[in-house]
């Protein structure tokens, strides 16, 4: 029915009209644009998630610049690939052509292999673009970043996919050809299962498209329940920017604040079921962990980082069990919104009276005429004193009596709540105990 060359590889984008998404770089006016378009290019990484488009930006780049386009892959390139890419690098270079090197997962290059870059860099033999979905100032050498301008791709937008999505099904490139009978909404639910990832997309749409129902006129059906066996979802109507969305993610939360472990674990993976990213869900947590159990538990907001950080380090499926491990722990903790009330409170005053100043005693004197001025003066530097505590003011006069943290009584918090009470009174002179 169709060619053998995948979904994704036929439609894929030649220019930079053609191109779907990251406007922030290649949109009218934006830097790396009007590089491209004056020939500017030199050496740089694309660091994005997968499927958003670096190999095809790379290309792109090839065609519009005429240089001779050369790619591989870290996966399967060693130091002898690299050394003879190189030298025809470098013989191209003699004779006025240049060589555009695209280099796919360079971060999996080790030391050797990227140092074997810097000298045809330096000199020109090559333009480099390498794309990792890695942080590039960890993962790739410093001599050979400085030596390249890092451009960030962001994932695409569920916009971004249905667009590319309609374009597949009508270019003749794609499956224009063909007479294919699919809804919108099955379409939006692929962009949403695709999580930014264009590839995603393409091979889901092809695989439907593969097994959908041809009738007597060649007319190709393709039904949801095709679609949800092509996703391996049950959860076609979560839709992550709608209301769906909004009650589970606050199911979740407020299961967690009612220390309701299996009721949290339940909403968690109903979430991760609908395709949600779990990296979402990670950032909600440690939100969490602050808003809701704050200082009755700070290793809470320990344990949510690192589950975030488990998360990004594994991805789907493993990462689900991170994810539980947070939930329990969050519902478990005990409970406190000290911190969310104080910055309520705070930001409260701060819209009322904006610019209240800086107490003399305690602002910064890093020049004569600043201390002249009577900057700093007055200030006891509390590390000289006894109880490591003095009674000098550091709110604004107009805000001195106000009290902004309010400790609860549960957990580690009934110590800070003790220990912050004796603060307040000595200060107050309502006692000469000290308050230790």
């Given at each position: 029915m169709f060619t053998k060359a995948p979904l994704a590889s036929r439609i894929r984008p030649e220019t930079l009209d053609?191109?779907?998404?990251?406007?922030?770089?290649?949109?009218?006016?934006?830097?790396?644009?009007q590089l491209i378009e004056k020939d500017q290019i030199s050496s740089m990484i694309f660091w994005g998630p997968p499927g958003v488009g670096k190999t095809t930006l790379a290309r792109i780049i090839a065609n519009h610049t005429h240089a001779h386009f050369v790619e591989f892959s870290a996966v399967t390139s060693g130091i002898k690939e690299v050394k003879e890419v190189m030298k025809e690098a470098e013989d191209n270079r003699r004779i006025g052509i240049k060589t555009l090197l695209f280099t796919d997962e360079i971060h999996r290059f080790n030391k050797a292999q990227q140092d074997a870059f810097l000298p045809y860099v330096e000199k020109g033999s090559i333009i480099l673009v390498g794309a990792t979905t890695e942080n590039p100032s960890f993962e790739i050498n410093s001599a050979l970043l400085s030596r390249c301008k890092v451009f960030i791709l962001k994932a695409l937008t569920e916009d971004d996919l249905f667009a590319l999505l309609k374009h597949a099904l009508t270019s003749e490139k794609g499956l224009g050809n063909s007479r294919i009978n699919i809804s919108d909404d099955d379409l939006k639910n692929i962009a949403v299962f695709s999580n930014g990832d264009a590839r995603t997309a393409l091979n889901t749409l092809e695989?439907?498209?593969?097994?959908?129902?041809?009738?007597?006129?060649?007319?190709?059906?393709?039904?949801?329940?095709?679609?949800a066996q092509c996703m391996d979802r049950r959860s076609l109507l979560y839709d992550?920017?709608?209301?769906?969305?909004?009650?589970?993610?606050?199911?979740?939360?407020?299961?967690?604040?009612?220390?309701d472990p299996d009721a949290a674990v339940y909403w968690m993976s109903r979430m991760i079921d609908g395709g949600e990213d779990p990296l979402y869900i990670a950032r909600r947590m440690v939100r969490f962990a602050s808003e809701d159990v704050g200082m009755a538990d700070s290793n809470a907001l320990t344990?949510?980082?690192?589950v975030y950080q488990a998360c990004h380090f594994l991805g789907l499926p493993e990462c689900n069990v991170h994810l539980a491990h947070a939930a329990v722990y969050l519902s478990m903790a005990p409970k406190s919104n000290a911190l969310e009330r104080a910055c309520i409170e705070a930001e409260a005053d701060i819209a009322s009276s904006p610019a209240e100043p800086v107490p003399m005693h305690i602002r910064n004197a890093p020049t004569k005429l600043m201390k002249d001025s009577g900057y700093g003066k007055g200030y006891i530097y509390a590390h000289d004193t006894e109880e490591k505590i003095t009674r000098m003011q550091c709110?604004?006069?107009?805000?001195?009596?106000?009290?902004?943290?309010?400790?609860g009584v549960m957990g580690d918090e009934a110590a800070v709540k003790e220990r912050l009470d004796k603060i307040r009174k000595w200060r107050a002179q309502e006692t000469e105990d000290p308050w230790i």
């Amino acid at each position: 029915m169709f060619t053998k060359a995948p979904l994704a590889s036929r439609i894929r984008p030649e220019t930079l009209d053609e191109y779907v998404g990251q406007t922030h770089l290649v949109g009218p006016g934006m830097l790396l644009r009007q590089l491209i378009e004056k020939d500017q290019i030199s050496s740089m990484i694309f660091w994005g998630p997968p499927g958003v488009g670096k190999t095809t930006l790379a290309r792109i780049i090839a065609n519009h610049t005429h240089a001779h386009f050369v790619e591989f892959s870290a996966v399967t390139s060693g130091i002898k690939e690299v050394k003879e890419v190189m030298k025809e690098a470098e013989d191209n270079r003699r004779i006025g052509i240049k060589t555009l090197l695209f280099t796919d997962e360079i971060h999996r290059f080790n030391k050797a292999q990227q140092d074997a870059f810097l000298p045809y860099v330096e000199k020109g033999s090559i333009i480099l673009v390498g794309a990792t979905t890695e942080n590039p100032s960890f993962e790739i050498n410093s001599a050979l970043l400085s030596r390249c301008k890092v451009f960030i791709l962001k994932a695409l937008t569920e916009d971004d996919l249905f667009a590319l999505l309609k374009h597949a099904l009508t270019s003749e490139k794609g499956l224009g050809n063909s007479r294919i009978n699919i809804s919108d909404d099955d379409l939006k639910n692929i962009a949403v299962f695709s999580n930014g990832d264009a590839r995603t997309a393409l091979n889901t749409l092809e695989m439907a498209v593969n097994n959908g129902e041809l009738d007597s006129d060649g007319v190709i059906t393709v039904k949801t329940e095709t679609i949800a066996q092509c996703m391996d979802r049950r959860s076609l109507l979560y839709d992550r920017n709608g209301e769906e969305h909004y009650n589970l993610i606050s199911a979740l939360h407020k299961s967690m604040r009612n220390s309701d472990p299996d009721a949290a674990v339940y909403w968690m993976s109903r979430m991760i079921d609908g395709g949600e990213d779990p990296l979402y869900i990670a950032r909600r947590m440690v939100r969490f962990a602050s808003e809701d159990v704050g200082m009755a538990d700070s290793n809470a907001l320990t344990v949510a980082v690192n589950v975030y950080q488990a998360c990004h380090f594994l991805g789907l499926p493993e990462c689900n069990v991170h994810l539980a491990h947070a939930a329990v722990y969050l519902s478990m903790a005990p409970k406190s919104n000290a911190l969310e009330r104080a910055c309520i409170e705070a930001e409260a005053d701060i819209a009322s009276s904006p610019a209240e100043p800086v107490p003399m005693h305690i602002r910064n004197a890093p020049t004569k005429l600043m201390k002249d001025s009577g900057y700093g003066k007055g200030y006891i530097y509390a590390h000289d004193t006894e109880e490591k505590i003095t009674r000098m003011q550091c709110l604004p006069d107009a805000l001195n009596d106000r009290r902004y943290y309010d400790p609860g009584v549960m957990g580690d918090e009934a110590a800070v709540k003790e220990r912050l009470d004796k603060i307040r009174k000595w200060r107050a002179q309502e006692t000469e105990d000290p308050w230790i």
